[in-house]
């Protein structure tokens, strides 16, 4: 059984930065693709980045491109999340996810296999 969890989530202010980890276990992760997503109170499960399994290959949403960065070690079974310039619209539930049925990065949320339990974060303006 594969299980990921969530860490580092919190309250920043706004403008401010945050990185959260996703640790996994049960399965090899490097032949994992992750992915990050989050969820705001009202509002639908979105995508925000994913990452290949050899870490050469990531996409990102449009609304965080240039700001958060995706990345993974594979010798620790562990993928980031870095996020700077933080903005309230950023305040959401953020879930790591891991799909082994890809090697691309995906943002289909219907391509993951298995989900954290999400970690909170707050932007303050």
């Known amino acids: 059984q594969v299980q990921l969890v969530e860490s580092g989530g919190g309250l920043v202010q706004s403008g401010g930065s945050l990185r959260v980890s996703c640790g996994v276990s049960?399965?090899?992760?490097?032949?994992?693709?992750m992915g990050w997503f989050r969820q705001a109170p009202g509002k639908e499960r979105e995508f925000v980045a994913a990452?290949?399994?050899?870490?050469?290959?990531?996409y990102y949403a449009d609304s965080v491109k240039g700001r958060f960065t995706i990345s993974r070690d594979n010798a620790k079974n562990t993928a980031y999340l870095q996020m700077n310039s933080l903005k309230p619209e950023d305040t959401a539930v953020y879930y790591c996810?891991?799909?082994?049925?890809?090697?691309?990065?995906?943002?289909?949320?219907?391509?993951?296999?298995?989900w954290g339990q999400g970690t909170q974060v707050t932007v303050s303006s």
């Open positions: 996810a891991a799909a082994f049925r890809t090697r691309s990065p995906s943002t289909s949320i219907n391509q993951y296999d298995y």
């Open positions: 049960g399965r090899t992760f490097s032949t994992y693709v």
């Open positions: 990452i290949s399994w050899s870490g050469s290959s990531s």
